[in-house]
């Protein structure tokens, strides 16, 4: 049975699989990087204007009552003054430079508020700076004076939370991007689920999709109209479509007799742009009948997972032999893209963060000595064939009015062939969307909906 992406609330709880799901934790915001509800940006504004601004934290706390998480119990300067020294009420030390403080400055003459930007100008900052005085205010406030009689004041909660401590930088890593939750073929019994009409209207509902295509990477939309145009309905909710080569949308239509036997194998799209399409959403408007059309899907950060572990010479071929991958041709327009990368990609610490594989757009060009040919189409064959795997392979059949929504980065999706069609003809119809836009939206929407990162 498949569950509601209500059920996933958990995902920044349990971040090494989707068994043993808790209830979500949800605090009112405060500290001062979030933002938060205040009505409107008049009011917000309207608070902000003393010349020494005590933070956006202050006036959540002004607004809601609530007081911050960290309490300074003093500060101190460090001997050569370029430092401070932050005692917490609830244990241990921070310890903050000079320069930085300078540069976060977050008083109306150095901080716009309602762009929420820098004023200050690196060209009129010495970067050797020493902090004259330091010291904690009554309302929770470090304040600091400099050489040239310039004031700062910042919200102990707003410093804590910047912390230059290594555990702190690891976890402002992990907690800057949703973390994928890594699946195989039992994701069906529990596949995130939302209804279009919900999506449409409801932010819990659109947050729940977004949340759930960034950490499983896959999300099943029901009860969608089966009319054409419905995905670019959800993209302009979200914010707007990615265009391609293929223009704003793109439509399969199989007649019977045509790719009857033919199946198209697991993939991830457009590999050959620089930016590959982040995201995808497929909707079925007319499904065939009888055993073909069954889509696949495959958890592309899982393979690549196992083939570290079971072969790590295969998995160092993969991220490392970089393919011309290219398509030409005229679909929205006359087109020659290509671009070069791994199969597996991965980012500077490590982590496997996109998949490139595509059979279809896979150059006849091999840019590597010939002694690391056979290698290479060993490492590829062992990604296929673990891909395949009945450990790892999802398949679902759409029917009219399903969309699935998926990380384009991420999630293999392929489809069986046609064989045994009863119906006149297979209709799908898709779009692309940018994940700089969706995390955006996703933010946005975490802030409406009073909603802190799980921890």
């Given at each position: 049975?498949?569950?509601?992406?209500?059920?996933?609330?958990?995902?920044?709880?349990?971040?090494?699989?989707?068994?043993?799901?808790?209830?979500?934790?949800?605090?009112?915001?405060?500290?001062?990087?979030?933002?938060?509800?205040l009505g409107s940006q008049k009011q917000a504004v309207g608070l902000l204007k003393p010349a020494i601004r005590n933070s956006i934290h202050d006036v959540v706390r002004?607004?809601?009552?609530?007081?911050?998480?960290?309490?300074?119990?003093?500060?101190?300067?460090?001997?050569?003054?370029?430092?401070?020294?932050?005692?917490?009420?609830?244990?241990?030390?921070?310890?903050?430079?000079?320069?930085?403080?300078?540069?976060?400055?977050?008083?109306?003459?150095?901080?716009?508020?309602?762009?929420?930007?820098?004023?200050?100008?690196?060209?009129?900052?010495?970067?050797?700076?020493?902090?004259?005085?330091?010291?904690?205010?009554?309302?929770?406030?470090?304040?600091?004076?400099?050489?040239?009689?310039?004031?700062?004041?910042?919200?102990?909660?707003?410093?804590?939370?910047?912390?230059?401590?290594?555990?702190?930088?690891?976890?402002?890593?992990?907690?800057?991007?949703?973390?994928?939750?890594?699946?195989?073929?039992?994701?069906?019994?529990?596949?995130?689920?939302?209804?279009?009409?919900?999506?449409?209207?409801?932010?819990?509902?659109?947050?729940?999709?977004?949340?759930?295509?960034?950490?499983?990477?896959?999300?099943?939309?029901?009860?969608?109209?089966?009319?054409?145009?419905?995905?670019?309905?959800?993209?302009?909710?979200?914010?707007?479509?990615?265009?391609?080569?293929?223009?704003?949308?793109?439509?399969?239509?199989?007649?019977?007799?045509?790719?009857?036997?033919?199946?198209?194998?697991?993939?991830?799209?457009?590999?050959?742009?620089?930016?590959?399409?982040?995201?995808?959403?497929?909707?079925?408007?007319?499904?065939?009948?009888?055993?073909?059309?069954?889509?696949?899907?495959?958890?592309?950060?899982?393979?690549?997972?196992?083939?570290?572990?079971?072969?790590?010479?295969?998995?160092?071929?993969?991220?490392?032999?970089?393919?011309?991958?290219?398509?030409?041709?005229?679909?929205?327009?006359?087109?020659?893209?290509?671009?070069?990368?791994?199969?597996?990609?991965?980012?500077?610490?490590?982590?496997?963060?996109?998949?490139?594989?595509?059979?279809?757009?896979?150059?006849?060009?091999?840019?590597?000595?010939?002694?690391?040919?056979?290698?290479?189409y060993a490492a590829l064959k062992l990604f296929n064939k673990t891909m395949y795997s009945p450990k790892y392979l999802v398949t679902y059949k759409m029917k009219a009015?399903?969309?699935?929504?998926?990380?384009?980065?991420?999630?293999?999706?392929?489809?069986?062939?046609?064989?045994?069609?009863?119906?006149?003809?297979?209709?799908?119809?898709?779009?692309?969307?940018?994940?700089?836009?969706?995390?955006?939206?996703?933010?946005?929407?975490?802030?409406?909906?009073?909603?802190?990162?799980?921890?």
């Open positions: 049975m498949l569950r509601s992406s209500r059920c996933l609330w958990s995902s920044f709880l349990n971040p090494v699989g989707l068994q043993g799901h808790t209830a979500p934790v949800r605090r009112i915001l405060v500290r001062s990087d979030a933002c938060f509800s002004r607004i809601t009552g609530v007081r911050s998480i960290a309490t300074a119990v003093s500060a101190s300067l460090a001997p050569d003054q370029r430092a401070i020294h932050v005692q917490w009420a609830e244990g241990g030390q921070d310890t903050f430079p000079a320069v930085w403080l300078r540069d976060s400055c977050q008083c109306e003459r150095c901080f716009h508020p309602a762009t929420k930007s820098r004023t200050l100008l690196l060209a009129n900052m010495d970067t050797s700076i020493a902090i004259k005085g330091v010291e904690v205010t009554p309302d929770n406030l470090v304040q600091l004076t400099w050489p040239d009689g310039h004031v700062s004041s910042f919200d102990a909660d707003w410093l804590k939370f910047r912390s230059f401590k290594e555990e702190d930088l690891l976890k402002r890593r992990k907690h800057f991007r949703v973390q994928p939750l890594m699946w195989g073929s039992d994701l069906l019994k529990k596949l995130p689920t939302v209804d279009f009409g919900q999506v449409l209207t409801d932010d819990q509902a659109l947050y729940d999709l977004l949340h759930n295509v960034a950490s499983v990477g896959l999300v099943l939309v029901q009860n969608t109209p089966t009319s054409t145009g419905q995905c670019k309905r959800l993209a302009q909710r979200i914010a707007y479509v990615r265009k391609t080569n293929c223009g704003e949308d793109f439509t399969i239509s199989t007649k019977v007799g045509a790719s009857k036997d033919g199946r198209l194998g697991l993939h991830v799209d457009l590999p050959y742009y620089d930016q590959t399409p982040g995201i995808k959403a497929i909707h079925c408007i007319v499904q065939c009948q009888g055993d073909g059309g069954v889509s696949q899907f495959v958890d592309g950060f899982n393979v690549a997972r196992e083939i570290k572990d079971i072969d790590p010479q295969a998995f160092q071929l993969l991220t490392t032999v970089l393919l011309d991958f290219s398509s030409i041709g005229e679909r929205a327009y006359k087109f020659h893209i290509t671009f070069r990368k791994p199969i597996i990609g991965i980012n500077k610490y490590g982590e496997v963060d996109n998949i490139s594989y595509n059979d279809q757009v896979r150059p006849y060009t091999l840019n590597i000595p010939f002694e690391n040919v056979k290698p290479f009015g399903d969309m699935v929504v998926f990380n384009n980065n991420r999630i293999l999706t392929g489809c069986t062939g046609l064989h045994g069609v009863q119906s006149d003809q297979r209709h799908l119809e898709g779009v692309f969307m940018d994940w700089d836009e969706a995390f955006s939206r996703l933010r946005v929407l975490q802030q409406d909906l009073g909603i802190t990162e799980y921890s």
